[in-house]
């Protein structure tokens, strides 16, 4: 994967404060923290990897979908959300989107009414 860091976005961060709302029950207690920095995967999926410095050790270590959360892309295609964490600490790992279809992701909603469960 290329070394594509960037601060995350508002529509991003909209995502991953959704995702938080909707934990999955044996998650619900933890106060997860996420860092301001993400590293996009080259899918163009709009999935993304938080980024910590130093470097988290992904081996396993992260407890996939903690929580999900769907929205329609600009295209009118269905999109899944999922949030991964590290399994040793409250930080949060990655987002992965799912797009029902072969087409890149467009954008993110910008709207919170935009996404449901």
């Known amino acids: 994967m290329k070394n594509n860091i960037k601060k995350i976005n508002a529509s991003e961060k909209l995502l991953v404060e959704i ?5 999955k029950a044996p998650y619900l207690n933890i106060k997860y923290k996420f860092s301001d920095f993400i590293q996009k995967w080259p899918d163009k999926s709009g999935s993304f990897d938080f980024y910590y410095s130093p470097k988290k050790d992904r081996l ?7 929580a999900e959360i769907h929205f329609y892309d600009e295209d009118e295609i269905l999109c899944e959300a999922t949030l991964g964490a590290y399994k040793d600490e409250s930080l ?6 799912l ?19």
């Open 99 to 117: 797009k029902l279809s072969e087409k890149p992701l467009i954008r993110f909603p910008k709207n919170r009414a935009d996404f449901f469960s």
């Open 92 to 97: 949060l790992s990655d987002v992965d989107i």
């Open 60 to 66: 396993d270590n992260v407890v996939g979908n903690i």
């Open 19 to 23: 995702l938080l709302e909707n934990l």
